[in-house]
């Protein structure tokens, strides 16, 4: 019998990196809260709140589908299996819970050419952890990934969607993007494939990032009409490494990834 996903409140870059100290990363955070990757993340003034990247200002027609892994198992094969038949890569962002239960899984997702990214090692409330459990809950679930796939994680997502400026700045701080979403399915709620498919395709727009789930009753049904209709609008669609900007870039308001100017 189906788990029923737990409900929530919300919500190929293949670089090998070093774990990432407590100290290290504290350093690198307070000398530059923004910068990521090497690159400067620059804000509108010093008080500016930090966000994640929620969608990124591109020209052409791209799009990242993503897919959060936290309990149930139920449709992963099959998803990768409707992602491969459309020749689509995606980005699947799991729990270290999760990968110890189903590594099998996470090698599938892997040697499918489909990025594994960190979404924490236990699906914390993370704006409740200090700057150090927060690094060191990361570090966690990426050691864990980087044991079944040989690659470290390059990006985060919070569980629950939940952040504030200490997570933002501490993730900044490790060399790691902290991604969020502009297109919610809701898939979680358990709505109908045309429920997911009119919202998605409602919202999508250039620079988008979407939000699945692994294990939602209905994803599987409504995601071939969603890439179909992507695909037909004239949409790249690839894993959110892909989508994000090379170089310096700005943070707008509304967690949008832009161009730096000047």
């Not at 990432?20 to 530059?32: E, K, M, N």
């Not at 990768?80 to 239960?101: H, M, P, Q, S």
């Not at 914390?124 to 990426?142: D, G, M, V």
């Amino acid at each position: 019998m189906r788990k029923k996903l737990k409900k929530r409140p919300h919500l190929v870059m293949r670089i090998r990196h070093p774990r990432i100290t407590a100290a290290a990363a504290l350093l690198l955070a307070a000398v530059t809260a923004c910068t990521v990757g090497g690159h400067r993340a620059a804000v509108a003034s010093s008080t500016a709140r930090l966000l994640p990247v929620y969608s990124v200002e591109r020209d052409q027609k791209m799009a990242s589908l993503t897919f959060d892994a936290a309990w149930g198992n139920e449709d992963t094969h099959t998803l990768v299996e409707i992602l491969d038949k459309y020749n689509v890569r995606a980005t699947f962002f799991v729990v270290g819970e999760w990968v110890d239960k189903y590594p099998e899984s996470v090698r599938e997702l892997h040697e499918a050419g489909h990025e594994v990214m960190n979404h924490s090692a236990d699906h914390a409330h993370f704006n409740k952890l200090s700057a150090e459990q927060i690094i060191a809950n990361i570090n966690e679930c990426s050691d864990k990934i980087e044991a079944v796939t040989g690659e470290r994680p390059t990006l985060f997502r919070a569980p629950y969607g939940e952040y504030d400026d200490n997570v933002i700045a501490t993730v900044n701080g490790m060399g790691i993007h902290t991604i969020q979403w502009d297109v919610d399915s809701l898939d979680w709620k358990d709505y109908d494939a045309d429920t997911i498919y009119d919202r998605v395709t409602g919202k999508v727009s250039p620079g988008s990032i979407v939000l699945f789930h692994n294990a939602a009753l209905h994803t599987p049904e409504a995601l071939p009409g969603i890439i179909e209709y992507l695909i037909g609008e004239g949409y790249e669609i690839v894993p959110v490494s892909e989508l994000l900007l090379k170089g310096d870039y700005t943070i707008d308001n509304n967690g949008r990834m832009q161009p730096a100017k000047g």
